[in-house]
């Protein structure tokens, strides 16, 4: 089987580039699979093409999974406002005006509203998530929006050693990274790799470092 390649990742992206209009493209998979280097990597290689807007943006404030008793499943699906990220998606897909998207701060665990602009004349909107797939209410609305979407399966080990290190930069111990990695996070890796079947493209035990020229 031929090797995926980021070249080969970047044509497909400016297919949709060139398509004389407003094209949207999906990245998903588990936590720690690559989702945003890949858009960034995408979206760096196209210039004032392209637009990054992450689904992340729209994980519910702490202060609203605490008054809902979801603190500890934060990344589940019902701790983001998926109503929102759909309509988003509907006012990017319109492309008739400036959207405003969230983004989410890693550093503070916490989304920022009106962090990303995304102009009219962009024609490639690259948005990247967990959920892009669920085919359950509200979820099920994203899909109908994408043109395109990759799902990314890594190696892994790799994934799971990405993930443990990323809890750890914003300040878990190890035990406590080991134990979100392969508690409620991987309850959430379960779900979203069963909808793999329902991506374009599937780009398995791809290398990280592929998604970067």
Do not use: C
């Not at 580039?17 to 094209?23: E, M, P, T, W, Y």
């Not at 637009?51 to 702490?62: P, R």
């Amino acid at each position: 089987m031929t090797e995926t390649t980021f070249e080969d990742l970047l044509a497909r992206a400016q297919t949709l580039v060139a398509s004389g209009r407003r094209s949207l493209l999906g990245i998903v998979g588990a936590p720690a699979s690559g989702k945003t280097t890949l858009a960034w990597g995408l979206a760096d290689a196209l210039g004032n093409r392209a637009a990054v807007v992450g689904m992340d943006g729209f994980h519910l404030a702490q202060v609203e999974l605490r008054r809902l008793g979801r603190t500890e499943r934060k990344g589940a699906p019902d701790t983001f406002d998926a109503d929102g990220y759909v309509h988003l998606l509907r006012r990017l897909r319109e492309g008739t005006e400036t959207v405003y998207a969230p983004e989410f701060r890693r550093e503070i665990e916490e989304p920022i509203a009106g962090a990303v602009p995304v102009p009219p004349d962009v024609p490639l909107v690259i948005t990247e998530g967990n959920y892009l797939l669920l085919d359950e209410e509200p979820w099920h609305g994203v899909r109908p929006l994408l043109d395109e979407v990759w799902f990314l399966a890594p190696d892994e080990p790799e994934r799971l050693e990405r993930l443990v290190t990323r809890h750890r930069r914003y300040g878990r111990s190890l035990v406590e990274a080991q134990q979100r990695a392969l508690g409620s996070d991987q309850r959430n890796a379960d779900l979203i790799v069963a909808t793999a079947s329902r991506a374009d493209l599937v780009l398995e035990n791809m290398p990280l470092v592929n998604f970067a020229i």
